[in-house]
């Protein structure tokens, strides 16, 4: 079986010839480049397949989205960049509103230092945003990058980042804090919001649900001591069940992106009908062992992870590695409803050999 034949084989719950293996390496990548130390044969799209093909890992990240966005009438982006730090303005007939981003060379990333809605009267020029932005498909890039990774992996669609209008709120445009103290103090302001994200999202689940993705992530980067139950039964439940019926009833299969704690998210992810919660972190990263993980999703839920991707780094020992990924085998043989997968992303400190030797010993087991 091919790597794509054996994850769709999950999503069938058939049993594939062995547990597919599937790993995000843009992390790794990203960083390699800007170490200068990326061999050069892995640059370019071919390239980054290549990569995958090299390290026997399937390829599932990062895919084309479907649609693209305009600002509407009335509506200007800006962006500048000084040293580390990239500025957005965004001007509407509603007001103004600014984030700052700043890129940390330590770790090769970029967080928000300001967000864009800091007070309750920042929300309308959000809302006139969303209700006045323009959206078109567009399947062309998708289908390419479907034919170029080919039988080497299965391009995830991801739909709007982040799906459910709280979790847009708390991970890009006002974070966790502010948004927990405008729920505090404003909260008919922020349910307008939601109100208005949701229907402005709906143009691109019209499109999704048309597409030719087979596999649509929720995004959501869910944490469940960031996002608690009572804000998922409340805020998102409602919502990512409408979708998944409205996606479910054009074929699609659903996943959604927790790489957090699972304690509180993970039994309400199995409630709303997911078919997979994709980079499932186990302990000593998260805060479930995949002992449990497994006796909580039971046969109701593909778990997509499994092998915390801190464990790639040097800081690990090769061999604490190697008994890890195998308990974690042992755990969930294949025919489990299990797609093995470095839960988040392998670090840019990572040996290659280390990504490598997951390929290897799955080989051996198999013989």
Not at 90 to 111: D, F, M, N
Not at 171 to 186: E, N
């Amino acid at each position: 079986m091919t790597e794509r034949e054996r994850l769709l084989a999950v999503f069938r719950d058939e049993k594939p010839d062995m547990t597919p293996w599937y790993a995000d390496l843009s992390y790794w990548y990203t960083g390699r480049k800007a170490m200068g130390s990326l061999d050069r044969k892995y640059e370019g799209e071919e390239g980054y397949v290549g990569l995958h093909r090299d390290a026997g890992a399937g390829i599932y990240l990062f895919a084309p989205q479907v649609w693209k966005e305009e600002a509407g009438e009335g509506i200007k982006v800006e962006q500048e960049r000084n040293g580390n730090e990239i500025f957005t303005g965004i001007s509407t007939p509603a007001g103004k509103i600014r984030s700052v981003e700043r890129y940390l060379p330590g770790s090769y990333t970029t967080a928000y230092v300001e967000h864009y809605i800091k007070e309750p009267g920042d929300l309308k020029v959000m809302r006139y945003y969303f209700k006045n932005r323009r959206i078109s498909p567009s399947f062309d890039d998708f289908n390419r990058i479907d034919r170029l990774w080919g039988e080497w992996g299965m391009p995830v669609l991801l739909s709007p980042v982040c799906t459910s209008p709280l979790q847009t709120l708390i991970t890009r445009w006002a974070g966790i804090q502010t948004t927990v103290f405008l729920l505090a103090d404003a909260r008919e302001e922020v349910e307008r919001t939601i109100s208005e994200i949701e229907e402005s999202d709906s143009a691109i689940f019209e499109i999704i649900a048309g597409s030719p993705a087979r596999i649509v992530e929720f995004p959501e980067n869910l944490s469940g001591e960031v996002t608690g139950a009572k804000l998922i039964e409340k805020y998102e439940m409602p919502y990512w069940k409408k979708r998944i019926k409205q996606l479910r009833d054009t074929g699609k299969l659903l996943a959604i992106h927790n790489d957090g704690t699972l304690k509180q998210s993970l039994p309400l992810l199995i409630d709303t009908g997911f078919d997979a919660v994709e980079s499932i972190t186990p302990a000593p990263v998260g805060d479930m062992t995949n002992e449990e993980i497994r006796e909580m999703a039971g046969d109701r839920l593909i778990v997509w992870g499994g092998l915390p991707a801190a464990l790639f780094s040097p800081v690990y020992s090769e061999d604490f590695f190697a008994e890890y990924l195998n308990k974690a085998l042992d755990i969930f043989p294949p025919g489990s409803k299990f797609i093995l997968s470095a839960a988040d992303e392998v670090p840019p400190d990572s040996e290659f050999e280390r990504i490598c030797l997951v390929r290897k010993i799955l080989n051996a087991r198999r013989r």
